[in-house]
């Protein structure tokens, strides 16, 4: 059995998937020589700065210090995205992260929000979530449960600098043993009967041998696509978005605990606030609008002095028909591009190296275990690609055609069935381990204006006073644990701001 094992790695890449493999690989199988190949001359993407908070799931594997990584990346902490503009132009809404309120008996908490509304006597949903009161009070503390409740604290996720990022993870990756070689790959050596990899060929002529490839090379996929000719499934009908402008702006006040999605005309903005700076892009549909328009929305559109010129990046929504092909993982960009509107892609690097971790191979690379991971990267793709697609969807807007071929496309049946029994009956399944909650789809889909026509019958089961009573207490709680939160800024200032040590 041992024979069969793998024991040489091969990386090739290195941004953000590439280090997050080798972190994650080096720290964990530290039986494996893992080698990872990057050149300088091509740089990385150079984005994805937000994330969601599973990524706190990947920093425990690591080990990971979190005050330390926050300080090393000028990170600031996420509580979730505020969205602007999309249902109609003067709406806003957060998708804010973790629970919200408390489920009573059997009954989730949004059966009760329903009937509240209806009667007038629940807020809006902010009002009982320690999440979203915080977010909007600029105010942040590690609070997983709200004391003497039974009710959640706050749940959060991370911004950083996307460079000093993949720099942190090299660091712990290579004190684990991983090696890093720089240089330009100019050509793959093949197996002549299974077709596997067997080398990569740099420019000056050396070979790096392995048994398994992870392939981050970005979109472009060196050995998944341009070796191993995978084929890729577009979503683009779906999600017409083919472009971003981005660029970094000088911080306009203290750093929001939150990242904005602006709607536009023809897309979308992000604002991500950092310690030491905010990143901007827009994301647009070359359709429907040129370059030079979007970067004018763009620059017309962020809050502080831009820190340097706006730079273009063409992208196509899918991902790849097979992210493992023989003894080629992809991961990454390399394994296909959801946009960034719920700040998934670093989510599903993480997730492909969970999902390799608990699928690794032997060297036959046995087609079952291959076949099982791709089928359940795949499920999680289409789901993801789903609650994208439901943002521009449901939209009433009226100010541009793009926004009325959103709303008039046909949406994947899996998203369809999702929105009816909404509508119809108020009510969210959560298919398998997919990765977005219930109440994440709740927020949206009332966020972008969908009202169910119904709500669960043992919603009734309180008196209306008794409902009225169960939203006041949640909603007095809540207000009063946000007002003793330190703000966002000061709990960075003592915790964790760059340039401080602990
Ligand atoms: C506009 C935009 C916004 C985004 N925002 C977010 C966000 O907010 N949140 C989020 O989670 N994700 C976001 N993403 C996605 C995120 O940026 C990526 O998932 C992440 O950076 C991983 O990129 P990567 O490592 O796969 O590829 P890259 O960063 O492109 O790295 C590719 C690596 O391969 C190397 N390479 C390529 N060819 C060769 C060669 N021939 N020889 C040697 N080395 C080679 C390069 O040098 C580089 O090191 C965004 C993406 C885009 C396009």
Redesign the pocket.
């Known amino acids: 059995m041992g024979d069969n094992r793998v024991t040489k790695v091969v990386i ?7 280090w997050m493999a080798a972190a994650a690989l080096s720290r964990m199988m530290g039986h494996l020589s893992i080698r990872l ?4 001359a ?10 969601i908070p599973a990524i706190r799931l990947f920093n425990a594997l690591i080990d990971l210090d979190e005050d330390e990584f926050i300080r090393e990346t000028q990170g600031t902490f996420k509580l979730g995205i505020e969205f602007r503009d999309w249902g109609r132009i003067g709406d806003a809404y957060m998708h804010a992260f973790g629970q919200i309120g408390r489920s009573l008996g059997i009954l989730q908490f949004p059966q009760y929000w329903l009937r509240g509304r209806r009667e007038g006597v629940a807020g809006p949903l902010a009002d009982y979530s320690l999440t979203e009161t915080a977010a909007r009070r600029n105010r942040f503390a590690r609070l997983p449960r709200i004391p003497n409740t039974s009710l959640d604290g706050s749940t959060y996720a991370f911004q950083f600098d ?1 460079a000093l990022y993949a720099a942190h993870l090299r660091r712990i990756a290579e004190r684990a043993g991983a090696q890093r070689t720089e ?4 050509g793959v050596r093949r197996n002549g009967e299974t077709g596997h990899v067997e080398a990569v060929i740099l420019e000056n002529g050396e070979e790096i041998g392995g048994e398994l490839f992870i392939d ?5 996929g ?1 050995l998944i696509e341009e070796a191993l000719e995978t084929g890729f499934e577009d979503w683009s009908h779906w999600l017409p978005c083919d472009r ?1 402008v ?1 660029v970094p702006s000088e911080n306009a006040g203290p750093p929001r605990p939150y ?1 904005q999605a602006i709607a536009q005309r023809c897309g979308w903005q ?1 604002r ?1 606030p950092l310690q030491h700076r905010t990143g901007n ?1 827009h ?1 647009f549909c070359s359709e429907f609008i040129s370059e030079d328009e979007a970067t004018a929305t763009l620059l017309a559109n962020i809050e502080g002095r831009p820190l340097a010129e706006p730079r273009t ?1 063409r ?1 196509r929504a899918g991902m790849r028909k097979r992210a493992w092909t023989g003894n080629v993982v992809a ?4 394994s296909g ?1 959801l ?2 509107l719920e ?7 993480q997730n492909g190296i969970a999902k390799l971790l608990s699928h690794f191979p032997d060297r036959d690379f046995a087609a079952v275990n291959i076949d099982a991971y791709n089928r359940r990267v795949a499920f999680d793709y289409e789901r993801i690609r789903d609650f994208i697609i439901l943002h521009y969807h449901a939209n009433q807007r009226t100010d541009s055609p793009f926004w009325v071929r959103c709303r008039e496309m046909a949406v994947p049946d899996t998203l369809a069935r999702k929105v009816e029994l909404f509508r119809s009956h108020g009510r969210i399944f959560r298919e398998e381990d997919e990765l977005f909650i219930e109440i994440a789809w709740f927020q949206v889909l009332t966020g972008q204006n969908i009202a169910p026509q119904s709500y669960h019958p043992l919603a009734d089961a309180l008196t209306h006073d008794e409902l009225a009573g169960f939203f006041s207490d949640i909603g007095k709680i809540v207000a009063n644990t946000a007002s003793r939160l330190p703000s966002h800024a000061d709990f960075i200032a003592q915790h964790c701001a760059a340039g401080v040590s602990a």
Not at 183 to 186: C, K, L, M, V
Not at 216 to 220: A, K, L
């Open positions: 090739v890449g290195g941004g953000t998937a590439g190949v990057e050149s300088d091509i740089g990385t993407v150079g984005v994805g700065e937000a994330t996307a240089g330009r790959i100019e981050c090379s970005g979109f472009r060196l971003a981005a990242t992000w991500i892009g994301v990046l992208f991961l990454g960009l390399a591009f946009e960034p700040s998934t892609s670093i989510h599903l690097i």
